[in-house]
């Protein structure tokens, strides 16, 4: 009896050993090549549990999703003679796993030949186009012109192509490039753009310039609106001051003519008095305590002085 359960627990123990080597379980997020002594021999590409032969076949497995291709910024020359630096990715999936495993063997092998052909028909684009093609998309009215003056430039220049249909026709070359290899090109897109540093100092002094023309500008448009407010102030002011002083002329004059008015009618009312008062006056303005006079006989304060007595 102990030899037959011994029996039976080898049997089983070859039997899970063989569903391990035989049995395998394809997600949904792969596709699998089996091979045989190397060669791809089939493809499974609907999910579940799968056999294949133990020792003899081998599963490779390899993915249904797209795949991500992230460019390393190259320095390009475009056809104007401008040296840029562009940063480019894109997305690629596996369409046929059998080229793929025999061309390229692993995603390590894919992303090497995307490398060498996305970044030369890159090149090819860009090198048959103005930099004006490769920076915009279209031909857009700008919204801000009059800080410039008027100015035109190179980013006024109108394009025939634009950076979508370079995009498009990188895409459009990889794709021819990699059908022999079992892979598509999905979408390719330039992620960056950016001149490199000899012609951006180039570029940021140009703008610097740019800038100070339109700062000295501002300025001068400034002097002259400061002036003509000054100017206008000075005239306002000169015009209110004119205006209160013909108005203080006119009420003093009145003043004075009323004045002249009292004093002509108290004058006629008692003649002497007025003598009088006019003449006292005349002392308290003349006359203080250390006031020595020498008065003729006939003089009208000596007059006053022995009235008084």
Do not use: C
Not at 26 to 37: A, D, F, N, S
Not at 88 to 110: H, M, N, S, V
Not at 166 to 174: G, I, M, P, T
Not at 183 to 207: G, H, Q, S, T
Request: charged content about 35%; glycine content about 6%.
């Amino acid at each position: 009896m102990n030899g037959v359960k011994v029996l039976g627990l080898i049997v089983l123990a070859v039997v899970a050993i063989a569903a391990a080597l035989s049995l395998y379980v394809v997600p949904e997020t792969e596709q699998i090549i089996i091979t045989r002594l190397g060669k791809p021999v089939r493809e499974v590409t609907t999910p579940g549990l799968k056999f294949r032969a133990p020792l003899v076949e081998k599963v490779i497995r390899v993915e249904k999703r797209f795949l991500e291709w992230d460019g390393d910024p190259n320095q390009l020359p475009t056809r104007d003679k401008r040296f840029i630096f562009v940063d480019t990715y894109a997305r690629w999936r596996i369409t046929d796993a059998t080229k793929y495993y025999q061309r390229l063997r692993d995603e390590f092998g894919a992303q090497s030949r995307l490398d060498d052909i996305l970044d030369g028909e890159t090149r090819n684009t860009v090198a048959k186009h103005d930099l004006i093609e490769v920076v915009r998309t279209s031909n857009r009215e700008f919204s801000v012109t009059e800080e410039l003056g008027g100015a035109q430039d190179e980013s006024f220049a109108e394009v025939q192509f634009g950076r979508d249909e370079l995009a498009a026709e990188v895409l459009a070359a990889a794709n021819i490039a990699t059908a022999e290899l079992g892979i598509e090109v999905l979408d390719f897109r330039f992620k960056r753009i950016n001149y490199v540093p000899e012609v951006r100092r180039e570029v940021y002094a140009r703008m610097i310039s740019e800038r100070k023309r339109i700062a000295e500008q501002f300025r001068s448009e400034g002097a002259g609106e400061s002036a003509r407010i000054n100017g206008e102030r000075e005239r306002e002011l000169a015009t209110i001051r004119s205006e209160a002083y013909r108005e203080a002329q006119e009420i003093k004059g009145r003043a004075d003519a009323e004045a002249a008015d009292i004093y002509a009618r108290a004058y006629n009312r008692d003649p002497e008095f007025y003598r009088f008062l006019k003449t006292m006056e005349v002392f308290e303005e003349t006359i203080d305590s250390e006031t020595i006079m020498l008065l003729s006989t006939d003089g009208e304060f000596l007059r006053y002085l022995e009235r008084s007595k």
